[in-house]
């Protein structure tokens, strides 16, 4: 499997992380263990996970799973979030110095080591002063607790703002972002993602597949049953149902999905996860499994390499609109006479 810096930093990781939500929740401990094991047999070095994944538990059986394969553990990049509440009281939640030293200290322990490769702040948080949380941050660096710190589902203008905050303090800037993208959810590439470049930071995508639409085991006007995320709950989120049977432009970037799949006689999953892995800013996309089965699918994007024809395809069909302000005609008319007016 291709390898890839991690962001701006000189840490290698695989182009494919996995993801580890359904540990402990949609996979019991001795099913994660073999998708861990089948993970890192197939060349992926990078697991994801959070403090509030199945309230620590997914922290938990990758801590074991590390304890008995200590050779591969070695060769592993750790990353885990903090932010979520994990207790009742008004100081269990949020990205404060006190919060963010009990959640460290807590996910050492679930995850049964002394550091963690990637540190990142799972949400935004607006109550509490960035340099406040910064400065925390470079401490846990200086302190060997942590290498990195990246940010997740973060806005364009909030991971701005801490990049120079933290460059004005002479401390270390984050090197990651990871943020939901797919090719049903594109609108990141507004300001996040010139944002991510402009500061060196490596996209870590969530979702690659869009909650499963990607894979295209749903068909327009047949409501989804069985055990699937939306056969269990049709409305759920911004998954739901409803809203993306009604968008024409899901059902005809799926055409096109499974229209290059059938091209490399790939899944359509698989073409998803190449698209993902090709934009610009890319680290590493994060995957995840409810069995071996699932993720041997997913692995297998690592081998098709789409052409430029091919991305081309995709990226027309799946454009994100900009149709209001300020990215659509509107915008742009006012940003011209801005200009014409030197306003």
């Given amino acids: 499997m291709e390898h ?3 962001g701006h930093s000189g840490t290698s990781v695989s182009v494919q992380t996995l993801g580890t939500m359904t540990f402990g929740a949609e996979a019991d401990e001795s099913a994660s263990h073999e998708i861990i094991t089948a993970y890192v047999e197939g060349g992926g070095n990078m697991l994801d996970t959070a403090d509030v994944y ?52 807590a996910s050492l322990r679930r995850l049964g080591v002394e550091h963690i490769d990637l540190y990142q702040m799972h949400a935004f948080d607006a109550l509490t002063p960035l340099e ?4 925390f941050l470079a ?14 589902n973060y806005l364009g203008w909030q991971l701005t703002k801490a990049v120079h905050l933290a460059r004005s303090h002479g401390w270390p ?6 943020p939901q993208y797919n090719l049903l959810v594109r609108d990141i590439e507004h300001e996040i993602v010139p944002a991510s470049l402009d500061a060196g930071m490596g996209l870590l995508p969530w979702s690659p597949l869009a909650g499963g639409w990607l894979s295209g085991k749903y068909e327009r006007d047949v409501t989804p049953t069985g055990a699937t995320r939306l056969g269990e709950n049709p409305q759920r989120g911004m998954e739901a149902w409803e809203k993306r049977n009604a968008d024409e432009r899901t059902w005809d ?10 091209a490399h006689r790939a899944s359509p999953s698989q073409v998803a996860l190449a698209w993902a892995t090709a934009q610009p800013a890319v680290t590493s996309v994060i995957i ?14 690592s ?12 990226g027309e069909v799946s454009a994100p609109t900009m149709d209001d302000y300020p990215y659509g005609a509107a915008g742009i008319r006012q940003r011209h006479r801005a200009v014409v007016q030197g306003t």
């Fill in 173 to 178: 800037t984050p090197v990651t972002l990871q």
């Fill in 4 to 6: 890839r810096l991690l």
């Fill in 288 to 301: 995840g499994a409810r069995t071996v089965e699932q993720l041997h699918d997913n692995m297998g994007a």
């Fill in 54 to 105: 199945s309230r620590g538990v997914s922290e938990e059986i990758i801590g074991r799973w590390l304890a008995a394969h200590p050779t591969e553990a070695d060769q592993v990049v750790i990353a885990t979030k903090g932010r979520a509440a994990m207790g009742e009281g008004p100081n269990d939640v949020g990205l404060s110095r006190r919060h963010l030293r009990r959640a460290l200290d």
């Fill in 253 to 262: 970037t799926l055409d096109v999905v499974r229209a290059v799949a059938d």
């Fill in 303 to 314: 081998g098709i390499e789409l052409s430029d024809e091919e991305l081309t395809r995709l």
């Fill in 139 to 152: 401490e846990a660096i200086a302190s060997g607790k942590i290498s990195y710190y990246g940010f997740s």
């Fill in 132 to 135: 406040e949380t910064l400065g």
